[in-house]
Each structure stands twice: as C-alpha cells, then as structure tokens.
C-alpha cells in the first residue's frame, strides 16, 4: 500500500509535466484507465464500481460525485469515432448512476504508469536502506508515505473546508527528515524524485477534496502575515524556518500577491523582541529570538537596533504595507463570542484578542468577493503557522463561506495552480522544507514553548525544588505535542495536570537509575552503525542509478515519438501536396483555358500590389512543410 501510494503521486505529477490543465492531463486519464481495467470485468457498471477501481489501483479516495462528473468528462472527451467503437453510454436517473459499452481499452499511458512505480518503489528502497543504516527498525518506524500521507491529508482537510481530522499518534518522522537532508545535499536525482512525489500528493489532495482547478487565484490578492511567519521572514526563530517563509513570500509576489501587515502584529512582534531583548543571555538564550541572535551572530545592541526601525526596515526592505485597525472595531472584535471562546483555550489570554480580531478584519475586508465560497477568489487571507488557530477559524466560518485564516503549506499548494507547469520545481522545494520545519517545529519544543511550560508549573506548590529541577530537563525532551497537551490540560483540567506532571517527574527519576545501563548500549549502537553506513553511499548511488536509468529510457522514449510523430506530419504533408498536383494536373486536362485565367488572377493581384504578399505565403507555406 506504501509503495502505491508514492507511485500514485509521482504518476498524477509526471501526468502534468507538459500541461497546466490538471484536470484533462491527470483526472480524465487516471479515469479513462480505471474504465479500461474494469472493461476486463464486465460491461457495464456503476460509478461505485469505478470508484473502487480507483481505490484499488491508486490507493486513494475519491468522493463518489467527483468519480460521477469524471465518468461523465470521459463520455464527453471521447471522439465520434471513439464512441461509435465502445458504444459508450451512460444513464443517469435520480441517485441511480450507471455506464455500458462493447469495450473500453485505453492503454496509453501504461508505459508512464510502470516507469513511475519503478521509480517510487527504488525511493523507498532507498529510504529503508537510510533508515536501516540510522539503526531504526523498519517495522516500527513510519513509511515514507506517511510522511507525506501527513502533508497530503492537512490539505485535503483544508480544501474541502473541514477541521483536519489525522490521526496525531506521538510518532516520530525525524528519519525521514534526515533522509530528506541527507538527498537535498548528496544526491539529486532521489531528491528531484522526491519532489515530483510531493507536487503528485497535492494534485491527489485536490481530487480528493472536489477541488476546483481550474478556478485561478485573483491577482492581487492580499496576505496579513502572523507574528511567527514575520519572525520567520526575519530569521529570529529556527534556523529550518527562515529558507521556505522566504520562498514563500517571493512566490506569493511573483504570482501578483500583496503581503501585508496589522498594526496589532506589529505590536505583538515588537513586544516579543521586547522581551528577548530584557532577558538577553548570550551564552544562555531564553527565547527563540534570543538563540536566533547567537546563530546569526548578533547581540543585544544589534537587536535593540533592529526593534527601533522595525516598521522602516519592513516596508523598504521587505515592502510589506500595515494596515491600522480602528480602535472601534478592536473593541468590537474583543466583545464577540469567538473571543470569549478563544480565551478559554488559549493559554495567552491577549493573543486570543489578536488573533480573532485578525482574522474578523480579514472578513470584513472580503465583504466585496464576488464568490465568498471559492478558495481561489478570497482577495484577502491571515496567514499563520498555528494549526490549532486555523482549525477553530474553521469552525466559526459564516454560510458556508471559506474561512479566513491559511497556514504556509496550505498557501503554497494553492498558488501552485497558478501555473502547476511552470511552478512545479519552485512549489515541491518550499513544499518539502515547510515540511522540514513542520516536524521539527512538532518533534522539538521552542525555548518559548518551555518558558511558557515554566510559567505554568512554577505556580504549583506541592513541587520542590529538586523535582522542579528534574521536570525541566525531562520537558525538554519531549515533543512539542505532548508540551502543548500538558499545556491544554492545565487550563481544562488542573488536577490532571498536576498528576501529569508529577508523573513525568517520577518516570525521569527511573530513567536516571537505567542512564549508565543504556549508556553502554548507546555506545555499542554507534559502533555498529560507523560499520553499516560505510555500505550505505554505495547502495544509495546504486538506486539513484536505477532512476537515472529509467529517466533516461522516458527521455528516449518522448524523443522516439516526437520523432515518431514529425515522420508522421511530414507524410500527410507530402501526401496533400502529391493530392494537390494530381487536382492541378486534372483541372488542366479539363479545364485547358484555365492558365489563361490563371495568368489574368496574377495580374490583377500584382495590380493591386499583392503579388509579393502571395509570394511570401507559398515561401511560409514551403517552410513549414520542410520544418515537419
């Protein structure tokens, strides 16, 4: 089923190579060959007979009412010639949806098909083999297209207008992470195969969710960035953060975006630097902005500069505008029920006002939207890297409307229909580090998030010191997940925070009884893995060979059909011109007065200063037939 999965989205993408429509290049294809697999069956069907074929070969789930407009597409695609030789028919009455024909063979794209299941499965392989070679127990560990199952899903959720309902098991994709590393940097052509699967598993997210593709993005359209994404942009949180938010914000303008800003963000921004900057320690960091500072260098005068000429620096440089919400509508935006229900979950009580005032003005700015329930026509949009922030916007959407609020990976996917041909590369490398940054960001809790933790569990008063000290050292090596459950639970349920985290607590102290113990095993583990990545470059550059092999025999392949098919034109050309010199020759023993009045038609052209025209359109004419 894993290995299907990566053949499918590679498949879907390498159907779009050539092509900006995705829904005649990719959907009327991968449904014409389900027809054709299940014409091996029988002769007539329904639409929930084809959806399971589609199911069984691709491994994915298509919604029944998208499988019936496909069948229909496919009815209508179909030439004259075509229909007459299937005898091709569909019947429709009520929720009763059925097709019939003699036959049904389209094997056109069967070449493709087994080209890219080639290759997703040597990705795989090699993915294994990486794993293996980390120490990692292939049978424990999640599949490689789980890691992109994970992307896919979000989106899915996010086009069709739900809150996302994936599974969030505490399971780790840092291996996957560090095989996406390690390729980017040492080998290209798993990584350029890597890309093509990821761009296949948005088209797929498309199908899934009935999105419309072919409605294109309004230009012009206006994006507020949140607090975070305007740290990103600035390279004052993670180091994985910055390359993608910068990409990003480069492709919304080239694709004719605006990126903007909110005066209450820029307040919000400023006072976290603010905070940085008071509790600067440069050999200690104690915020995300802090520690970014000691990467980059830079020290507290540096970033008390940078927070003095924050607002020039960020419409010269960056040409972001800011807008100023009246304080009126703040008011207004603070007093509504979404801000009384975020306050309840949310642990800073302030940013709760922000962020629902943000995304209220966002609505209020969309007023004028010609379709309020088309993605592709929101001229304004909040974007934010707080997923659980996006999933409550989502439920407090007005009339079926498109909510306001789009996180980085959902953004990107959506501008990819800009021009999926032109921006596939561009769309797949921003696609995969967000990803990069996405897990990381999950796996590794910020020193924020920590401090945050602090706050919290220093108002306890039955933990002493030395249980204090021992739960902030556990804490930081748990997942951010787990940190912000902790978190959720000591505003809903205070004594089974308590409990957790005197829970922690005691699990650390047997940890350290076992420490030297797994120590040792440590040590042991190390060894073995110094011996078995020695095998490891080769048998990765031995399957990179493999795909280079069969990208070669697809590019010799194209090549022998468009020599295939210029052979093809030339012939027509050459037997319409034999054609029109049997015609001439004909009308001359018929007609053998008719050079007389040919001679008079060249006269009265070159009379009318013609001739030369005519002359140069029997040379274009000539040309083109020697072209082909």
Known sequence: ???????????????????????????????????????????????????????????????????????????????????????????????????????????????????????????????????????EDINKLPTFSDFINKNKNKLSSFLSGKVSNIDCKEVSFMTHVRFLQYIEHNDNILYQTTKQIFIGSVIVSYLESDFDVDAKLERGTSYYLDTQILLELLDLQRAEDTMPTKELIKLIQETGGNIRLLDITLDEIKTNIENAIIHYDKKNPTTTIN????????????????????????????????????????????????????????????????????????????????????????????????????????TKKLNGNVGEIIMPDELTSLLFLQNPQKLSGKVSSIGLNELIAQTLSEEYPSRDLINEFDSVVSSLENISAEDYKILLSSISQESTMKIHKLLDSSILDPAQFNKDVHAIIENERNNKLNAEKKHKEEIDKNKKLQETNKDLLKRLADISQQIADIQENQRLDKLQQKEKD??????????????????TLLLLQIFPNITNYMRKGIQVIGGLGGFWGFCNLGLNIWSKFKSH
């Open 1 to 135: 089923m894993e290995e299907q999965l990566l053949t499918t989205y590679s498949f879907f993408a390498a159907l779009t190579e050539n092509s900006t429509d995705i829904y005649s290049a990719v959907y009327i294809p991968i449904c014409k060959r389900a027809l054709s697999l299940y014409s091996k069956k029988g002769t007539i069907g329904t639409d929930q007979d084809i959806r399971n074929i589609i199911s069984l070969e691709y491994g994915i789930d298509v919604p029944l009412l998208i499988v019936r407009k496909l069948i229909k597409s496919v009815g209508r695609n179909l030439s004259s010639r075509d229909k007459a030789k299937f005898d091709f028919h569909i019947e429709e009455q009520g929720n009763s949806f059925s097709f019939s024909f003699k036959s049904f063979a389209f094997s056109n794209i069967e070449d493709s098909y087994e080209a890219e299941r080639r290759k997703s499965n040597a990705l795989q392989q090699a993915f294994e083999i990486f794993a293996k070679g980390q120490g």
């Open 291 to 394: 520690e970014a500072c000691i990467r980059l260098g830079k020290n507290k005068t540096w970033l008390i500069a940078l927070n003095g000429k924050l607002e020039n620096i960020l419409q010269k440089d960056y040409k972001i505008n800011i807008d100023k919400i009246p304080e009126s509508d703040i008011e207004l935006f603070s007093n509504t029920e979404d801000a009384a229900q975020l306050k309840e979950i949310w642990y800073r009580k302030h940013s709760a006002i922000h962020d629902v005032a943000a995304y209220l003005y966002v609505r209020e700015k969309r007023k004028r939207d010609s379709n309020k329930r088309l993605l592709q026509k929101a001229s304004y949009w909040f974007v934010t890297a707080n997923k659980k922030l996006c999933d409550f916007n989502i």
């Open 566 to 583: 210029k052979r093809t034109r030339r012939w027509i050309w050459v037997i319409i011109s034999i054609v029109v010199v049997l015609i």
